[in-house]
């Protein structure tokens, strides 16, 4: 699939569980043909906010294989493969690749802190065991460790890396990848509130966590950023950012499970050692959300 195919607005997704904490198969194909309703391009799977560290291997292969058969042609699925084992990203990046799903995912590995050469030999292991095309994932507040634009520039030449997830906030760095990587390869914002400067600075688009619930309106923003339009972009950006900060108000994705289901979608609680918001916390979520129209409600009904 080319990046074009892949499209400029995913939405990480968040894993639904039921009562007893087991995930719901069922509705994460739901909430999967929902998020696409209300305006996602693709979907990530099994990523940060799909509370990866807490999935076992097993689960990650069976949310990959039904959010797919769920969205069939429709949308891209783009498959969280990565994590701190070179060698468990490359094995699981293989049994993903037999899913069906688009594309996949690796973050840059936590815990062990490698250099920005083993980063390199490490992502470029990942692309080597599969045809898929990788979007590599930076974010150093998770992974206590930052990916060189150096070392992405040097990954951007490897034909089946095709893009960046930032989630750095370092827009110098950014714009420092942008132009050393060409064209061929794309940048994502990892955040929701820098997918307006990001993109003006040549980015393509955003991993996005809000767009769950205001995923059309974040596409609006990006197609008035694609146009030109960047006086009425801005303000879309402006309007949009109490929703993307109250998102992030504690560990994602403690809000945005909580707001979803508000919005009428219910993906239960989060798994230990994450739990639901406070009540503090569930108050200031709710008072922000009163400002908004939520797109994933209006899809919620579509959908009976």
Same mark, same amino acid.
């Given at each position: ?118 980063? *390199?030999?490490?992502? &470029? #292991? ?7 095309? =990788?979007? /590599?994932?930076?974010?150093?507040? @998770? +992974? ?113 499970? *909580?707001?979803?289901? &508000? #919005? ?7 798994? =230990?050692? /994450?739990?639901?918001?406070?009540? @503090? +916390? ?23």
């Amino acid at each position: 699939m080319a990046t074009g195919q892949i499209g400029r607005l995913l939405t990480a997704m968040v894993t639904p569980f039921d009562e007893e904490g087991k995930v719901s198969f069922p509705l994460a194909r739901r909430l999967a043909i929902a998020l696409v309703d209300s305006g996602s391009d693709g979907l990530v799977v099994a990523g940060t906010t799909g509370e990866s560290p807490t999935l076992a291997r097993e689960e990650k292969l069976r949310l990959f294989a039904e959010v797919k058969e769920a969205v069939g042609s429709s949308a891209a699925v783009v498959a969280s493969t990565g994590n701190y084992s070179t060698q468990e990203s490359v094995e699981l990046t293989r049994e993903a690749a037999r899913t069906g799903v688009d594309a996949v995912m690796a973050v840059v590995p936590y815990y062990n802190k490698p250099t920005q050469e083993g980063l *390199y030999r490490h992502f &470029r #292991a990942i692309a080597e065991s599969t045809a898929l095309p =990788l979007i /590599l994932y930076n974010v150093p507040t @998770r +992974t206590s460790l930052n990916m060189a634009a150096e070392t992405v520039v040097r990954l951007s030449g490897i034909d089946n890396i095709i893009g960046l997830k930032e989630a750095g906030g370092d827009l110098e760095q950014a714009a420092r990848i942008v132009a050393g990587a060409g064209p061929r390869f794309k940048l994502w914002s990892g955040n929701d509130s820098d997918t307006f400067p990001l993109m003006c600075l040549g980015g393509y688009g955003v991993v996005s966590v809000a767009s769950h619930l205001v995923g059309r309106q974040i596409r609006h923003m990006m197609e008035l950023t694609v146009q030109g339009k960047l006086e009425l972009a801005s303000q879309e950006h402006r309007r949009l950012l109490p929703l993307f900060r109250v998102l992030f108000v504690v560990s994602n994705p403690i809000p945005v499970k *909580y707001a979803v289901s &508000r #919005a009428g979608f219910q993906v239960g609680e989060p798994r =230990l050692p /994450l739990l639901p918001p406070d009540q @503090r +916390t569930a108050a200031q979520i709710d008072e922000t959300l009163k400002g908004y129209v939520i797109d994933l409600s209006t899809a919620v009904a579509r959908a009976g």
